[in-house]
């Protein structure tokens, strides 16, 4: 039964929270550590273990399991945050009128201010025959991890990475260091073409190429199929084919709007629509996160994301706080060469190159020489806090 104005939910928080990664238990961490003690229940579709998820592309270069990456369980990390979870639960329902979250299982939780976390999902590109679906995976959070931890097993594989961009260049370098061998499929033409340009991008992939990743760039995927000895095979619209044990998908992430979508909040391609205090546009309702788009901007990257959880912890205990990005250079964990990108928002009128090999400095200008955004890959990289002081800020 539907509640009303006069029936309350059986469930009731001061705060609910939905969704457990880095944005909901960073805000709940700041909220505690602000001294706010209201009642505050985190909503999970997974097993709501506390991790840090820079470090699920870390992992197989050290050989850590899965529970390795796992600071503390959802139990644990319930009590040190003094919260009800509820975890492996979808909400399937948001009454913004009456306040309230329904649960996949049923359960009806009220609130008094409600916070979206529910962070982006991995894109899919194109649809995937059932044949080769149990080999195909997405690395997104730890159960993801757990899944692909247990299907690559004890022995190097074969993995074949399509996507090159920020997921799928980390995975190539740390699967490569965890002894697999990897291949990199990918329709743009060199690495990382959202964070760098051409001579930078082209310098990774030399790297990559050196260390025995094999990389198949400027190629589209025209079919995945089984073979007869069972390998999933990857036929390429050049004709070539890569055969390969596991697949991984990192074609890039879309904000998980359709909640809020259809409980009448704003939103837009980029994500929930907030304001700089990160409010949606029902007055008790805030997103943060990969999920917000603040301002008209969506950065899913770790800086922001913490920002967000700060100035949103202020807010809610009293005083009312702005979020400010700053400036936040994305530091790609690629040992195999270093790189650093603090990617121009508007597209710059130039890019000044300086370096050669594997250390180079890319300097983005606008039409009147000033700086806009960098990249820096090697040696270079040591560049970062100069030029993160002489770039400008993103909602500062």
Known sequence: MPATQTQKPPSHAA??????????????????????????????ADSGDDYSKPLLSTGFAKGLKPDQLAQRSAEELGEELNAQMVIHNQVSTLDVDNQFVLLDEGQMIGYDTLVLATGAA?????????????????????????????????????????????????????????????????????????????????????????????LHLGRAIESIALSDDENSVLQMDNGAT????????????????????????????????????L???????????DVACVDGVNAMYVQPLQASAKALAATLSGTPTPVSFGAWPVVV??????????????????????????????????????????????GCVRRKVELSRAAPTLLG
């Open 15 to 44: 705060l609910v929270i939905i969704g457990t990664g880095m944005a909901g238990v960073g805000l709940a961490r700041a909220l505690r550590r602000l001294g706010d003690q209201r009642s505050i229940t985190l909503v999970s």
């Open 122 to 214: 991995p894109r899919e590109p194109f649809s995937i025959a059932p044949s080769v679906a149990p080999r195909c995976f997405t690395i997104n959070d730890l159960d993801d991890y757990r899944r692909f931890h247990t299907a690559l097993g004890h022995g190097p594989a074969r993995v074949a990475i399509i996507g090159a961009g920020l997921v799928g260049c980390e995975f190539a370098n740390d699967l490569h260091a965890g002894g697999h061998h990897v291949s990199v499929i990918a329709p743009e033409g060199f690495l990382l073409p959202r964070l760098l340009p051409p001579p930078l991008g082209n310098a990774l992939g030399d790297a990559f190429s050196e260390a025995g990743i094999d």
């Open 242 to 277: 890569v055969s390969a044990d596991l697949i991984l998908m990192a074609t890039g992430l879309v904000p998980r709007t359709a909640l809020a979508e259809a409980a009448g909040l704003r939103v837009s391609p980029s994500g929930i629509t907030v304001d700089r205090q």
């Open 279 to 289: 409010r949606t546009s029902h007055p008790n309702i805030y997103a943060l996160g």
């Open 333 to 378: 964990k690629t040992p195999l060469l270093p790189v650093v990108a603090y990617p121009p928002t508007t597209t710059p009128e130039r890019w000044r190159i300086e370096g050669e090999g594997g250390d180079i400095s890319a300097l983005a200008e606008n039409k009147d020489g000033r700086l806009i955004g960098f990249a820096l890959t090697g």
